[in-house]
């Protein structure tokens, strides 16, 4: 089983949907991240989190401790938003770049 | 915002050569750098841990005299893939983190012929 989960795998949604994707983990973190990568591979950091909940714009990060779970929101769907979302989670007493990653959330944004 | 750079973006070489991509960050002084890499449909993957002015610190299973990382400076770190073979064609990625924010860059997809 690995160490950092997300689902769903892929995700299919119309403009103007809201989104959900989900992340749980299994170890102990020092924080969390979520990151999306475009289809050239450029990785683009959203939100780093360790507690409770951040909102940039569109998009909205939660994090549970105690459950060990995490969510990304987008509200508003467009298909600019189209792109693959990795969670990734620096684990308790590592370095802060020694991150586990999902296996990613591909997410299609239809007009 | 803080950038990290990476060159070059792609690279085709010949097996049994030797590959080497700059990691830099242009507007902060990074002491760790951070190197991973994504085989198509996987995971990205920690490599190694770039310290500057010291030694890298390698995960397991990753060949230290493969991949040498040169740290020289606080804004440059190189990854250089020696005798290159097929199966380390990927996307490698470097990081940096500042303040409560992890860098990437924009990665550097090699080819081995």
């Known amino acids: 089983k690995n160490e950092v989960e997300q689902s769903p795998q892929n995700l299919t949604a119309q403009e103007g949907e809201f989104i959900t994707i989900n992340c749980s983990y299994s170890v102990g973190i020092s924080a969390l991240h979520w990151l999306q990568q475009h289809p050239g591979g450029g990785i683009v950091s959203l939100f780093m989190l360790s507690s409770g909940k951040k909102k940039h714009g569109r998009l909205i990060a939660t994090i549970n401790i105690q459950e060990k779970h995490s969510s990304l929101h987008i509200t508003a769907s467009h298909p600019r938003d189209s792109a693959v979302y990795i969670c990734a989670v620096a684990t308790d007493g590592g370095s802060q770049g020694n991150l586990i990653f999902g296996k990613g959330t591909k997410l299609s944004v239809k007009p | 915002g803080a950038v990290v750079s990476q060159h070059p973006s792609w690279v085709i070489c010949k097996s049994g050569t030797s590959v080497k991509i700059e990691c830099r960050s242009l507007?902060?002084?990074?002491?760790?750098m951070f190197w991973y890499r994504q085989f198509p449909k996987q995971s990205l993957m920690l490599m190694a841990t770039s310290n500057e002015g010291s030694k890298a610190t390698y995960e397991q299973g990753v060949e230290k005299d493969k991949f040498l990382i040169n740290h020289a400076s606080l804004t440059l770190s190189t990854l250089t893939v020696t005798s290159a073979h097929p199966e380390d064609s990927s996307f490698y990625i470097c990081s940096a983190h500042r303040a409560d924010t992890q860098y990437f860059g924009p990665g550097t997809r090699l080819t081995v012929l």
């Open positions: 507007d902060f002084q990074a002491t760790t």
